[in-house]
């Protein structure tokens, strides 16, 4: 028994190049209504909103795991089935969209479609299909925008912090200061590894506990290895506290598990602070377990059983050259910093 963790539809967007132009937004519209969608290597998010007093309200979200990046690190291209998956989900987010009345919408695509080969084609085809005009954005904007959404979360601190962002198909390291308010932007790497790449440079699933710690290793090795040179850039920068901020779904996960929650909970995990020897302890355990194992825990399921062990494999990375004794948690990113942007240019785009 496992044991569980207590501790032709109408255009949305500016078209991609090539593309007809959008339509203008209908006049009936409200002006006051937003939508930040993010299409990531593993995940396919959506969150519509309207500017509130101390931010915004959120009035509906979708998110789905569509694994766009599947098999992309062997064969250079997104699969026909990565691609189905991923534009069923995106039909979902645009008639969302449409029945909440947007007035204004920014979709973004990230290290899956930067990489394949057929990545531009995918982005033709979901305007094609769903009306949503993918924009496929650099490493550097896809850290900016994570970095605008979580922020507020970071504890306080005189010295620079690190936030990350561990995606399927990358990874992104930002340092920042944080002293005048808004944090800006000191450094930043994005490592080419996420949880679906790392996870396919390894057999599926070895038999043994042994093997799959090995397996393990060597992951964390792959990792050390892409952060080396970074490393010695952050290591200039270690003032104590050492204050660190993860978002994405190995944190948020983890930290499901650290808090024993039998279903996740956003409200519960989103600004948490937890030890980071209690996350190392998490990971060492999960990594040694078989996906069948890891599909009995609450928070894991099916669905991130084979991934989460990359991301810690990843995280453990992260603390080894920035060496902070707590971890922020948040369940807020890129859509949380597409929102705050749009809605602080009043409406614009650029």
Not at 52 to 78: C, H
Not at 211 to 227: L, V
Request: hydrophobic share 45%; aromatic share 4%; glycine share 10%.
């Amino acid at each position: 028994m496992v044991q569980g963790f207590a501790t032709a539809p109408p255009r949305l967007g500016h078209a991609p190049s090539g593309a007809a132009p959008s339509p203008p937004v209908h006049a009936g519209f409200s002006r006051r209504t937003y939508a930040a969608l993010d299409l990531g290597t593993n995940n396919c998010r959506l969150l519509i909103a309207r500017p509130a007093r101390e931010g915004f309200v959120v009035v509906d979200a979708f998110s789905r795991i569509v694994r766009l990046g599947e098999g992309l690190s062997g064969s250079g291209r997104l699969s026909e089935a990565a691609m189905d998956r991923a534009v069923a989900a995106l039909a979902i987010c645009a008639e969302k969209i449409r029945r909440r009345h947007v007035s204004l919408v920014r979709s973004v695509a990230t290290e899956a479609c930067r990489r394949a080969d057929n990545g531009r084609a995918f982005v033709e085809r979901v305007y094609a299909e769903t009306g949503l005009a993918l924009d496929i954005i650099p490493p550097r904007e896809e850290a900016r925008l994570a970095v605008i959404g979580c922020h507020a979360l970071l504890e306080p601190g005189d010295g620079p912090a690190l936030i990350f962002d561990i995606g399927g198909g990358s990874t992104e390291l930002i340092l920042i200061d944080d002293r005048g308010g808004e944090p800006a932007i000191l450094d930043w790497y994005s490592a080419p590894w996420g949880v679906v790449s790392l996870t396919e440079s390894e057999p599926r699933d070895a038999p043994t506990r042994e093997e799959r710690f090995a397996a393990y290793q060597r992951m964390r090795a792959r990792i050390a290895d892409e952060f080396g040179g970074f490393a010695k850039t952050l290591g200039k920068h270690h003032i104590a506290p050492v204050r660190l901020l993860g978002t994405s779904g190995t944190v948020t996960t983890l930290a499901s598990l650290h808090l024993g929650l039998p279903n996740y909970d956003r409200r519960a995990v989103d600004g948490l602070v937890v030890p980071a020897t209690a996350m190392r302890d998490i990971s060492g355990r999960l990594s040694a377990m078989s996906v069948a194992e890891r599909a009995q825990l609450p928070c894991i399921g099916g669905e991130r059983a084979d991934l989460v062990v990359a991301g810690c494999a990843i995280l453990e990375a992260i603390l080894d050259i920035w060496p902070a004794e707590r971890l922020g948690i948040a369940d807020r990113g890129i859509r949380e910093g597409i929102l705050r942007t749009l809605m602080a240019r009043g409406g614009r785009l650029a």
